[in-house]
């Protein structure tokens, strides 16, 4: 350990990107392989788009010059599909209520660093979740309060949760984390976990985040107006087919997004990705095409997998599926799961191994169908 070093991020791994993260290396056709572990959409941008956004390389963007650090132009845009898409009776976001990250991943950091850096406040999570809250604030030494899931639905024990906030103290939790839907389960929040964030009091900042709006179309923005401790968070790398160049939003009111502003770094965002994430919400029409098709082959996923007497398949109101083997049907879950994952990625199946089981990326039919066979072929190759 070097000698300058917090002794505390000793402990702590570095996160690891998934196989093939690597877009700088040529991908031979023979390794293709179906990548199915991170929710991404399937589909690469459509040509057209493509084309547009290398001409905008080409005749717009100047490289030696620094981006827009206002944000102004995609914040405008943001502002009007927020508007749109939440079917809101008049243009109620301005970009005053927008901040713009370099994924969402950075407004998180900024969201730890805002409300609880410096012993002032500890955060809570309902596991499983995404993990990314929990990381994040420990690499800045905030404590994590983490809370249970009821298994059948995985809504959060709310009573925990409670329990939580009205105990913990030194320091006191400042933000709660809900995914809406949750990652890696696929549930939207019930109404009863709807009802206790809202019991909340106005001390806690209650971040929702929005990460597969576009899938669930279920949202909580038109509730931000009168909730001043609430923050929603989007992204445009999952629906919008833009992971590769990291940005990502919340939507707040304008004194919170104030203080993001002042947290976030001046450039934080390429100018290449404003510009792309600007187009992409100019075409959102043609880009979100394919999601009807992503929830017919849902469907198609879940009801097969289903068909597998061994397998727990959940309902999901997004891009994915998790499952577990059911209790009983081997002798050791956590290595039958192990066993299962590693047969997949021998196949070139990638799916996420996460609280005992697999969530698995709703793919192109094609993917689906391999992930179908592959699946039923190394159960029944553990079942011998
Ligand atoms: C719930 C949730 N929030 C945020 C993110 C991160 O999104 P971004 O790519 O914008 O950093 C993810 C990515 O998987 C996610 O699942």
Known sequence: M?????????????????????????????TKIDRLDTNESPYDLPPQIKEKLALTYEQVIETNRYPDGGHERLKSAIAEYVNDSAQLLSSVFTTANISVGNGSDELIRSILIASCLGGEGSVLVAQPTFSMYAILAQTLGIPVVRVGRNEANFEIDLQAAQLAIEQTQHPPIRAVFIVHPNSPTGNPLTTAELAWIKSLSEHILVVIDEAYFEFSQNTLVGELLQRPNWLVLRTFSKAFRLAALRVGYCLAH??????????????????????????????????????????????????ALSQDSTLQVWKSATN????????????????????VNQ???????LVREINGGLRITVGTPEENTRTINRLQAALISLKR
């Not at 002794?7 to 998934?18: G, I, M, N, R, V």
């Open 254 to 303: 304008p004194e919170l997004i104030a203080i993001l502003e002042k947290v976030r770094l001046p450039y934080n965002l390429p100018s290449f990705s404003l510009a792309a994430a600007t187009v992409a919400l100019q075409n959102r029409t043609l880009l979100l095409e394919p999601i009807p098709q992503t929830l017919t082959e849902r469907a198609k996923l879940i009801q």
């Open 320 to 339: 994915f599926v998790y499952i577990r083997l059911k209790p009983n049907s081997f002798s050791s879950q956590d290595a039958a799961v192990k066993i």
């Open 2 to 30: 070097l000698p300058f070093i917090r002794s505390d991020l000793a402990q702590f791994t570095a996160y690891k990107p998934h196989p093939g993260s690597d877009t700088t290396q040529a991908v031979q056709p023979s």
């Open 343 to 349: 047969k997949l990625k021998a196949a070139g199946t």
